[in-house]
């Protein structure tokens, strides 16, 4: 059975920092891109950050350059997001997906990652 599961969410004040994590279970993780999306209420989900099944290359949103990171562990088969210098607009549910081509792929549940004062 096919599990991604986020945790690290919460709340966090403007400029703060938090450090999200997808667990991976059930496929071959090493085998992967890992990509962290978001969505915020009353917008469409977007992609975050990226990374490829080594971790040699990785890829950003424009709007998270420079204060996200994007990691894995395929070790752990785990995937991480560093996320520094929060704004407000950060507000959003996380989620992680594994995707891979020729296969419909798989998604988390999600994590909230609140940014307000």
């Known amino acids: 059975q096919v599990q991604l599961v986020e945790s690290g969410g919460g709340l966090v004040q403007p400029g703060g920092s938090l450090r999200l994590s997808c667990a991976a279970s059930g496929f071959t993780f090493s085998s992967y891109v890992m990509s962290w999306y978001r969505q915020a209420p009353g917008k469409e989900r977007e992609l975050v950050a990226a990374i490829i099944s080594t971790g040699g290359s990785t890829n950003y949103a424009d709007s998270v350059k420079g204060r996200f990171t994007i990691s894995r562990d395929n070790a752990k088969n785990t995937l991480y997001l560093q996320m520094n210098s929060l704004k407000v607009e950060d507000t959003a549910v996380y989620y992680c997906?594994?995707?891979?081509?020729?296969?419909?792929?798989?998604w988390g549940q999600g994590t909230q990652v609140t940014v307000s004062s």
């Open positions: 997906r594994a995707a891979k081509f020729g296969t419909p792929g798989y």
